[in-house]
T-cell receptor
Framework: DSGVTQTPKHLITATGQRVTLRCSPR?????VYWYQQSLDQGLQFLIQ???????AKGNILERFSAQQFPDLHSELNLSSLELGDSALYFC????????????????FGAGSRLTVL | AQSVTQLDSQVPVFEEAPVELRCNYS??????LFWYVQYPNQGLQLLLK??????LVKGINGFEAEFNKSQTSFHLRKPSVHISDTAEYFC???????????FGAGTTVTVRA
């Protein structure tokens, strides 16, 4: 157990629907990152939050949004789902908001597997 | 341009044989380098990291990696693999002017008896 908790583990939904993925960071970590892992794109960085504020944005679609709450858990909202959104979505957390480094190592959750039919 | 390149997508290897997974990166600023492992149906687990100092770093489960600045490489090695090393391995780079961790495409290692 890495200490990063993601729910749900599996989710099956239909095109056009909206889903929310939830992440609780490791105790003491202030940053949360979201990554998408798909067969054709590999591991793609979506977005990072640090202590409630958006810190960095990657290849996140406009249909997707995220937020980090005061208790530091984070949610990734995916709307108007398409078949191509089927993927494994990982959340990671780290202690601070600086660049990933020896003191700011990312710890990953087990992922949420989204299947869009 | 690809910032992290893992040169082998699949590496089959026999049990107790050595294995090397190759990773090259591109960066004009200082970097931190990582190897993560993803076992089947699990999340990513940190194997080892290079920050500075000795270019040979040792990680968990008998893995080690060597940083070569002139060749911008960070190859992962294990002298003798086990069946349980069957997994996907990801090389990742963090740049001093960037907040994210950039991953390579991954190398699938399949260990056979």
């Amino acid at each position: 157990d890495s200490g990063v908790t993601q729910t749900p583990k599996h989710l099956i939904t239909a095109t056009g629907q909206r889903v929310t993925l939830r992440c609780s960071p490791r105790s003491g970590d202030l940053s949360v990152y979201w990554y998408q892992q798909s067969l054709d794109q590999g591991l793609q960085f979506l977005i990072q939050y640090y202590n409630g504020e958006e810190r960095a944005k990657g290849n996140i679609l406009e249909r997707f949004s995220a937020q980090q709450f005061p208790d530091l858990h984070s949610e990734l909202n995916l709307s108007s789902l398409e078949l191509g959104d089927s993927a494994l979505y990982f959340c990671a957390s780290s202690p601070s908001g600086t660049s990933p480094s020896g003191a700011n190592v990312l710890t990953f959750g087990a992922g949420s597997r989204l299947t869009v039919l | 341009a690809q910032s992290v390149t893992q040169l082998d997508s699949q590496v089959p290897v026999f049990e107790e044989a050595p294995v090397e997974l190759r990773c090259n990166y591109s960066s004009s600023v200082s970097v931190y380098l990582f190897w993560y492992v993803q076992y089947p149906n699990q999340g990513l687990q940190l194997l080892l990291k290079y920050l500075s100092g000795s270019t040979l770093v040792k990680g968990i489960n008998g893995f080690e990696a060597e940083f070569n600045k002139s060749q911008t490489s960070f190859h992962l090695r294990k002298p003798s693999v086990h069946i349980s090393d069957t997994a996907e391995y990801f090389c990742a780079v963090s740049r001093s002017n960037d907040y994210k961790l950039s991953f390579g495409a991954g190398t699938t290692v399949t260990v056979r008896a």
